[in-house]
C-alpha cells in the first residue's frame, strides 16, 4: 500500500509560480514510477508529468512543456512539481499518482496509487 500526500497548492496571480510536493509513505519509493494529473470540474482527469524510477526520463504535458519541471528525490520519498508562467487554465486540482513498474505512462488507467489532491488556482 502507498500513500501520497500532495502540497503546495494555492492561490496565485498569472505568471507566478507554484510548487507541488508529494511525499509516499512506501519503503521501496524507487520502484514506482510517478505522475501528476490534474483536473477541473466535469472534465476528465489529465496528464501533466510523469517521471521515471530513477528520474532519468521524464514526460510533459504539451501544455505545460516548457514552463513546468518535474523531479524527485528518493532518498526523501518526494517529488516535487515546480510550475513557472502559471495561466488561468492551469486553475484544477493537481493530484500524485504511483505506478508500479517502469513504464513511464500518461494513462491515468496505469496509475495504482492516488493523492487527495491539491488545489492551484491562477486568477488576477
Known amino acids: 500500500q502507498v500513500q501520497l500526500v500532495e502540497s503546495g497548492g494555492g492561490l496565485v496571480q498569472p505568471g507566478g509560480s507554484l510548487r507541488l510536493s508529494c511525499v509516499a509513505s512506501v519503503r521501496t519509493f524507487g520502484d514506482y514510477v510517478m505522475g501528476w494529473f490534474r483536473q477541473t470540474p466535469g472534465k476528465e482527469r489529465e496528464f501533466v508529468a510523469a517521471?521515471?524510477?530513477?528520474?532519468?526520463?521524464?514526460r510533459y504535458a504539451d501544455s505545460v512543456e516548457g514552463r513546468f519541471t518535474f523531479s524527485r528525490d528518493n532518498a526523501k520519498n518526494t517529488t516535487y512539481l515546480q510550475m513557472n508562467s502559471l495561466e488561468p487554465e492551469d486553475t484544477a486540482v493537481y493530484y500524485c499518482?504511483?505506478?508500479?513498474?517502469?513504464?513511464?505512462?500518461?494513462?491515468?488507467?496505469?496509475?495504482?496509487?492516488w493523492g487527495q489532491g491539491t488545489q492551484v488556482t491562477v486568477s488576477a
Open positions: 517521471i521515471s524510477r530513477r528520474g532519468v526520463r521524464i
Open positions: 499518482a504511483a505506478a508500479y513498474g517502469t513504464w513511464v505512462s500518461t494513462d491515468s488507467r496505469e496509475y495504482d496509487y
